[in-house]
């Protein structure tokens, strides 16, 4: 099965600079990339997502890249704000949203350093 | 209905309590996922419905656990007997079918705490 791995585990980046997370998958027929934001005591929210048929998605403040042959996915966050502060899961699915779902890395906690 | 609702929050139980928990999905989502988060990890697939019909169950999901979708609209997850290992946050997601599996929402969860 897929195997997505997540680094770092822990960032801390001054407020105004910017944050950058990286994320592998094993599954070559991957198609679906989300990134997920979670606060303390709440579910994952989705903040920005990309297909395999795209290299780059970007939305105000935040911008995801793909690379298909290395099979790596990283979110960049421009800008940061204290409100940025959380953690955040990179996803992989293979299977168009039907049986398997998605695929998390193990969370990178982003810390916002006023 | 803006979004996908879980009850209760918490649940503090006994081990070997049965416990049940509700995911109310975005109505006009038919897919309906379980998920199971411990601390410091990632969510983890548990089980997945399309319409009432589940359609794929995680080696995760022990036959302690079952999951329900009557009418193709709520879904319940019961554990049996729980125990201490059980206690994890549990994750609902639905998404529609025709998105390309663009666009899980999550709710909020319920976190299961077993003493």
């Known amino acids: 099965g897929e195997n997505v791995e997540q680094h770092p585990s822990t960032l801390s980046v001054q407020e105004g600079d910017s944050a950058v997370i990286k994320c592998t998958y094993s599954?070559?027929?991957?198609?679906?990339f989300p990134w997920y934001k979670q606060e303390l005591g709440k579910g994952p929210q989705l903040i920005i997502d990309?297909?395999?048929?795209?290299g780059e998605k970007k939305d105000q403040r935040i911008a995801v890249t793909l690379n298909k042959t290395a099979k790596h996915f990283s979110l960049h966050i421009t800008e940061t704000q204290p409100e940025d502060s959380a953690v955040y899961f990179c996803a992989a699915s293979n299977s168009g949203g039907g049986a398997d779902g998605l695929t998390f890395g193990k969370g990178t906690h982003l810390i916002i350093q006023p | 209905d803006t979004g996908v609702s879980q009850n209760p929050r918490h649940k503090i139980t006994k081990r070997g309590q049965n416990v049940t928990f509700r995911c109310d999905p975005i109505s006009e989502h038919n897919r309906l996922y379980w998920y199971r988060q411990t601390l410091g990890q990632g969510p983890e697939f548990l089980t997945y419905?399309?319409?009432?019909?589940?359609?794929?169950k995680s080696r995760l999901l022990s036959d302690r656990f079952s999951a329900e979708r009557p009418k193709g609209s709520f879904s319940t997850l019961e554990i049996q007997r729980t125990e201490q290992g059980d206690s994890a946050m549990y994750l609902c997601?639905?998404?529609?079918?025709?998105?390309?599996?663009?666009?899980?929402?999550f709710g909020s969860g319920t976190r299961l705490t077993v003493v």
């Open positions: 599954d070559s027929a991957s198609n679906y």
């Open positions: 997601a639905s998404i529609g079918s025709g998105t390309g599996g663009v666009g899980y929402t």
């Open positions: 419905f399309q319409n009432e019909a589940q359609l794929e």
């Open positions: 990309i297909r395999s048929n795209v």
